[in-house]
């Protein structure tokens, strides 16, 4: 009899931590923090001679200065928020005879990894856009290679796409195509399907990403914090698909490199 209480004993706390397992899955949640920067080696002026270094130095400086941001991942099991952390901008410095700012707005892209679906709130010189359309599966390759960030184990996946960058070449604008490898590093220790910015779609979350310019690194994860976590999907802006932003994005593009020339 004794034997037999006992087997139950362990088979009723093998069912309890088995159902508490299961439990703490379907309601984790939490909050990463990652910081960017962005690689600017490739960043020419045109001329020569030493005032010209010391110009394209100053420009390069800012640039990098403002591509360091921070951003919010707010994440449960099945969606997430990620925004841009609001600071304000320190005064510039008047040594020089211009300063450069770049605006990204208060995007807010709401992914749910559940229904394979996203909602990005942005806008375009002061319009406001709410592009709504399907997460576009990636055909990431999962590697061997793992390292460290902060606490949890990490393993490499890697894919290749193509993107359209618009140049201007002796006043005359064009459309290059470059091919370009992204890398990511992410953790099974925090079994979600999610990742910064609009990358997914691994076995765990992912805590760097670097598509051979940006890079983002998570710097901190704050899991179950006390105040429970509520995802809203934005709601403002003209709705639109990504296929038909991408369109508008191109015809304002053109219009700018058009006031450039």
Known sequence: IN??????????????????GVILAQDFQGI???????????????????????????IQEQLKKQFQREYTLKFTREASTYKQVEKLSAPQ??????SITINEGS???????????????????????????????????????K??????????ATYTDEYTTQTIDDGEISEVKKERLVTAWYTPQIPISN????????????????????????SKIVMNPKEAIELKEPTKG????????????????????????
């Not at 991408?246 to 219009?255: A, T, V, Y």
């Open 195 to 218: 990742g910064p910015a609009e990358y997914e779609g691994l076995p765990g979350l992912i805590l760097e990403i670097n598509d051979g310019q940006l890079t983002l690194v998570c």
């Open 32 to 58: 990463a923090t990652y910081k960017s920067h962005r690689k600017l080696d490739d960043f020419k002026v045109g001329g020569d001679g030493a005032q010209n270094e010391a110009l394209q130095k100053q």
């Open 107 to 145: 995007d807010l892209l709401y992914k749910n990894i559940k229904e394979k679906r996203y909602s990005n709130q942005t806008d375009i010189m002061g319009k406001q856009f709410l592009i709504k359309d399907v997460l576009q599966p990636r055909e990431w390759v999962l590697g061997k290679d």
């Open 147 to 156: 390292k460290f960030i902060g606490e949890y184990e990490c393993y490499k």
């Open 238 to 261: 003209k709705v639109v698909t990504e296929e038909k932003f991408e369109e508008i994005m191109e015809k304002k593009n053109k219009e700018m490199m058009e006031r450039m020339k």
């Open 93 to 98: 410095p008047q040594t020089s005879c211009f």
């Open 3 to 20: 034997q037999i209480n006992l087997k139950m004993k362990k088979v009723l706390f093998i069912t309890a931590l088995l159902l508490s």
